[in-house]
């Protein structure tokens, strides 16, 4: 795990997140968040709900995370999951403490 | 100065006395009689554009043939008009549009036709052959800008070879990837005349559907018949080539699932049970081998990559579109889109995808369900998604919805389905905004008696509202629904409230706001019954919570 990129991606994650779109009105949902943390621009998540349409390095927004933060796909679909399943005003502090516990993990992994 | 008369119209640029009627024996005709001649030999019955100087002679000659000249109030509409016609009919649509700035202000839909792969055909004045660099009026290098937004452009320095370039243009635009072309004649030209008996007028040439290679399509026949989760994505070669017979021959016959995008949207109707609407992501990356017709490989579809398959089939008309981007491509057919899947059906035996399609449809079960709680939803301000819900239980199947853009496509998409093809001609590959009522004065004009609805956001409907002007002189009952959600939401930067609902009485409209769920309704069926352009400003909700839709595999 990238625990550098995770980090930064936690630390500056919005008040607000959305569900279930990468970008679009009113913000980003954690993948969209931590793939434009991750230095993809908001031409490749514009509108997408699923996907990164970037030549070469997009795909599933679940792969491509994974990918870029050294995650494994599992985490990453979690998160999603939880991302969508948690009600609107709770659902960046219940990501950030997600974030916070897959850190804690890599910190005791040594 | 030349002599006038009651018209105001010098005497030297009137329509003929004889109009577009065929050559008779000494007969003589100038420059646009020849021009509508030969448009009319095409098929043209409306040409939209704004008037001018340099064109005149054209625009004469169209009224006194009968064709329907719809005069917007600027150029860009004209020509995402004539677009427009392209995306309603599958024929090429026809602007026409002075010198100098009536020709730059058309540039951007001709630059959102090449980008769309849409057949239209720009006609322009120009600047008279001796004033070239001299200082005249309304010049500047005209066809050096059109060469770089369409796909072919010229001049016409002979009035006898009118007839000629037209009947070029007209190839040029439908054939292969249909494009936007270029014509552009001289003001000295166009006003001068010719005896009828020195033109001739070029063959016609019938539609071409080129075949495919019968080995390739054998061999895409053999992968898909030992695929385990084969799926198909279909594009605007579809649309083009008028194949949705086709399509739904080839789909029914294998039972494959299948995803229309862009122009291709309605060539199978949503609701039939194989097709899962516009959602390629969901079905393309679950699929093992994925079979796509006439669709590129762009952005709007990944640039075509999918590692994950065992194989991409591909089909276009043009080749340079196989393999675009690098993308491996197992099998590559350069044919027309309607006779390759003609004859893959021919070639293809029924594949055993019920449970495939069963899990595919699951899936998109879960995504409904979770849109249709949205779309019931009583929150105030309105979610986007409760009001394309009231406006699909008021819509026919044959309505038009024009999705300006952005976040009005991606709402259009989940909350309306498209079931004929032309229907939801929502789409600009270079990110145009304001374009739709472009699109609706053309659906409308080609389509009458149907619902024709631009569905637009606050931002976008600044750039061409006052075409509304336009719809209300031709009696076109387009129905505006703004999703206002206070501002430019792509960038973050506020417009606020605004009552755009209040233009409608300046053009005998009608016109309301709607700040509450319950108001939705009567609003947009007072809208729909219209005679004539309604607005229904609709205040939404700037953060509005989506679907869960994304792909967990």
């Not at chain 2, 036709?113 to 290098?141: H, I, K, W, Y």
């Not at chain 2, 080129?210 to 649309?239: C, F, H, K, N, Y």
């Not at chain 2, 999918?306 to 008309?317: G, K, M, N, R």
């Not at chain 2, 004009?445 to 600044?462: I, K, N």
Request: charged share 20%.
């Amino acid at each position: 795990m990238n625990a550098d990129l995770v980090a930064r991606a936690r630390d500056g994650l919005p008040r607000r997140l959305n569900a279930g779109i990468l970008m679009g009105d009113g913000g980003f949902c954690v993948l969209g968040w931590m793939l434009l943390t991750a230095g993809f621009h908001p031409i490749t998540l514009y509108a997408n709900t699923v996907g990164v349409a970037d030549p070469g390095v997009g795909g599933p927004a679940v792969d491509v995370v994974a990918r870029a933060y050294d995650l494994p796909r599992d985490a990453v679909v979690e998160l999603a999951r939880l991302n969508d399943a948690t009600p609107r005003e709770q659902r960046s502090a219940a990501v950030r403490a997600r974030l916070d516990a897959l850190l804690a993990a890599e910190r005791a992994d040594g | 100065m030349a002599e006038g008369d009651a018209s105001g119209r010098p005497s030297w640029a009137q329509p003929a006395a004889s109009g577009v009627e065929p050559a008779a024996s000494g007969a003589r005709s100038n420059g646009g009689e020849l021009m509508v001649r030969a448009l009319q030999r095409e098929g043209v019955t409306h040409l939209f554009g704004l008037g001018g100087g340099h064109i005149n002679p054209t625009w004469w000659a169209a009224q006194a043939a009968g064709l329907t000249i719809v005069d917007v109030r600027h150029e860009a509409a004209a020509a995402h008009a004539a677009e427009g016609w392209a995306l309603a009919t599958g024929e090429p649509g026809v602007c026409v549009v002075t010198a100098g700035p009536g020709l730059t202000n058309a540039v951007t839909g001709l630059a959102n036709a090449r980008s769309n792969g849409s057949p239209m055909v720009c006609l322009a004045g120009s600047a008279t052959l001796r004033g070239q660099d001299a200082g005249e009026v309304e010049m500047f290098d005209q066809l050096e800008v059109a060469r770089t937004v369409t796909k072919w452009a010229r001049r016409i320095y002979h009035l006898d070879r009118i007839p000629e370039y037209v009947a070029a243009a007209f190839r040029e635009a439908r054939s292969g990837r249909p494009g936007p072309v270029y014509l552009e004649v001289p003001i000295d030209l166009i006003h001068s005349d010719i005896a009828d008996n020195d033109v001739a007028f070029p063959s016609l040439l019938a539609p071409q559907r080129p075949g495919a290679d019968a080995t390739l399509i054998r061999r895409a026949a053999e992968l898909l018949a030992a695929a385990a989760r084969p799926a198909m994505v279909v594009g605007s070669g579809v649309w083009w080539s008028g194949a949705g017979a086709e399509l739904r021959a080839f789909v029914e016959h294998t039972g494959i699932p299948v995803v229309t995008r862009q122009s291709a949207r309605g060539t199978i109707p949503d609701d039939h049970p194989l097709c899962f609407g516009n959602d390629w992501q969901s079905v393309a990356y679950r699929a093992d081998v994925l079979l796509v017709v006439g669709k590129q490989l762009d952005y709007f579809f990944g640039y075509g990559f999918f590692p994950h398959l065992d194989h991409l089939i591909q089909v276009d008309v043009n080749p340079l579109e196989i393999g675009r981007n690098r993308v491996p491509v197992s099998v590559g057919i350069v044919a027309d889109a309607g006779s390759a899947l003609a004859e893959l059906t021919d070639a293809t035996k029924p594949l055993a995808t019920d449970e495939w399609v069963a899990s595919l449809r699951r899936s998109a079960d879960e995504v409904a369900s979770a849109k249709r709680a949205l779309a019931r939803s009583e929150q105030v301000p309105i979610h986007p998604l409760r009001v394309c819900a009231e406006l699909a239980a008021l819509l026919r199947r044959d309505a038009t919805v024009v999705a300006d853009a952005s976040n009005m496509l991606m709402w259009a998409n989940a909350g309306l389905k498209a079931y004929e093809g032309g229907c939801l001609p929502a789409m600009s590959n270079l990110g145009c905004i304001g374009h739709g009522v472009g699109f609706a004065l053309a659906a409308a004009c080609a389509r009458p008696d149907t619902q024709v609805v631009w569905l637009v956001g606050d931002g976008s409907f600044g750039f061409n509202a006052m075409e509304l002007d336009t719809a209300a002189r031709f009696h076109l009952p387009i129905t505006t629904v703004i999703l206002n959600n206070l501002g430019w939401s792509g960038a973050w930067v506020p417009l606020g409230v605004r009552h755009y609902e209040r233009l409608a009485p300046g053009f005998d409209a009608v016109g309301t706001l709607v700040e509450r769920p319950e108001e939705l309704r009567p609003a947009l069926e007072q809208a729909l019954a219209a005679e004539g352009p309604s607005i229904v400003n609709v205040l939404v909700d700037p953060e509005p919570e989506y679907f869960p839709g994304r792909f967990l595999g």
